[in-house]
């Protein structure tokens, strides 16, 4: 039962032969453990391997991997589920981090208006400040200089 694909090329034009190609072992239900040819280049992220495929003649399928494959294959997936959720989790999480992050950049720039705010009323408030001193220092002058005239009127009044 051995079964030998077309030497598909890719569409780089590359394809494999037997010589030059890589023994693998397959991890399916019904053929566990039977080994077969395969492009050299495959792997699940790499789309250069061609379509070259060639059960090894003498290579037969493990009858007790066969048996375990099922339990192997049910705990993969309760794993790949697991991680499923875990990523989903991942996701949610790093979303809620976003969104935090997103409130801490609202009420830092809050906080930057409001000092911004501050710093204005605290100048307003001592230019405030100034302009009061200025106008006691000049109501204790007009009240000396009036003191002082009343004095010299009074003098003038009682001069013979
Ligand atoms: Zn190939």
Not at 23 to 42: A, D, N, P
Not at 73 to 98: C, G, P, T, Y
Request: hydrophobic letters at 40%.
């Amino acid at each position: 039962m051995s079964k030998t694909s077309n030497y598909l090329p890719n569409s780089d034009g590359h394809f494999c032969g037997v010589e030059n190609c890589k023994i693998r072992t397959s991890l399916k239900l019904h053929t566990f453990g039977r080994r077969f040819y395969s492009c050299r280049y495959w792997s699940p992220d790499d789309d250069r391997a061609c379509k070259f495929f060639k059960w090894l003649a003498t290579s037969v399928c493990c009858a007790c991997g066969a048996a375990t494959a099922p339990i192997v294959i049910a705990k993969f997936n309760r794993l790949k589920h697991a991680v499923d959720v875990a990523n989903e989790e991942s996701k949610q999480a790093h979303a809620l981090a976003a969104a935090a992050l997103e409130r801490e950049r609202v009420t830092e720039r809050k906080y930057a208006r409001a000092k911004a705010t501050r710093m204005i009323f605290e100048e307003k408030a001592k230019k405030l400040t100034i302009a009061l001193l200025v106008l006691g220092v000049m109501f204790l002058v007009l009240l000396i200089l009036s003191t002082r005239f009343r004095e010299v009127k009074i003098r003038q009044m009682c001069l013979p």
